[in-house]
């Protein structure tokens, strides 16, 4: 199939080399020329173009247009395309990591101009080129098959690894809750960790374990892969900080579960873990402090100065 690519960043322009390498023609556009070109002089089967005009007048009707691009341009992207030339019948596809609220919104105004829309949850990172992508995709039976094709050649496991699991929306929750779970997990081995390594009579090997886990464990996992790979190179870290980011979805999976009335204390807890990790100096360990001087007279630790 013929589809366009809007958005070539790390996992857009992955993106379009699988699919160009799985027979699909694409046309590549972004708002630096110079990928678009690259991914071009690469693979016959890739066109880059000038503008969203130009992606429009490339593609045929219906034409497929994939947009992955960080959400807070997702709507004006849309509105850019709109100004284009999209038509009746035309799917677009969110991509990015947005809310679901919000791609339950673009598909009501989008099927006012009669296109279609769906969103796709995209989990993989740098790795999917290789070995595919896992992709929970929201949406009407009818954009789903206009995407069909293109979904099973980005899928891991030979196409196995995609999935229309509902409406509009829906494939942007999943992946939400999916993120939270990889907070939780990725929590859960940081404090196993940070165990072992506490406990110096044993001298453990981080590495050597982690080597050890990945072969017929109960926790072996890419997260795990991923963590011997970082130790086999810098045995105890010390090249990073402890600062924790994060990007938006933990929080909004949090959020949910406050609406819904579900407990989610494992997945709760990773998140405020990564919001402590920023705090040098906490506020709320010295009001702690303050309470166990005040009832029992206990010893407390003087605050660091700046000569120390």
Known sequence: MKLAMIGLGRMGGNMVKRLAGGGHDVVAYDVDAAP??????????????????????????PRV????????????????????????????????????KEGQRRGVELAGHGILFADCGTSGGVWGLKNGYSLMIGGADAAIALIAPALTTLASNDGKGWGHVGPVGAGHFVKMVHNGIEYGMMQAFAEGFELM????????????????????????SWLLDLTGDALEQDGDLSSMSDWMDDSGEGRWTVNESIDLGIPTPVLTLALQMRFRSRQKDAFAGKIVNAQRA????????????DAE
């Open 197 to 220: 390594q506490a406990k110096e009579e044993f001298d453990l090997d981080m590495h050597q374990i982690s080597r050890v886990w990945q072969h017929g464990s109960v926790v072996s």
């Open 294 to 305: 005040g009832f029992g007279g206990h010893a407390i630790k003087a605050a660091a100065t």
């Open 65 to 100: 247009i994939w947009v992955m691009v960080p959400h807070q341009f997702v709507d004006s992207t849309i509105a850019a395309l709109l100004q284009a030339g999209v038509e009746s019948g035309d799917l677009i596809i969110d991509g990015g990591n947005s809310n679901y």
């Open 36 to 61: 678009g070109k690259a991914l071009a002089a690469e693979f016959n089967a890739v066109t880059a173009a000038a503008d969203l005009q130009d992606v429009i007048a490339q593609l045929p009707a």
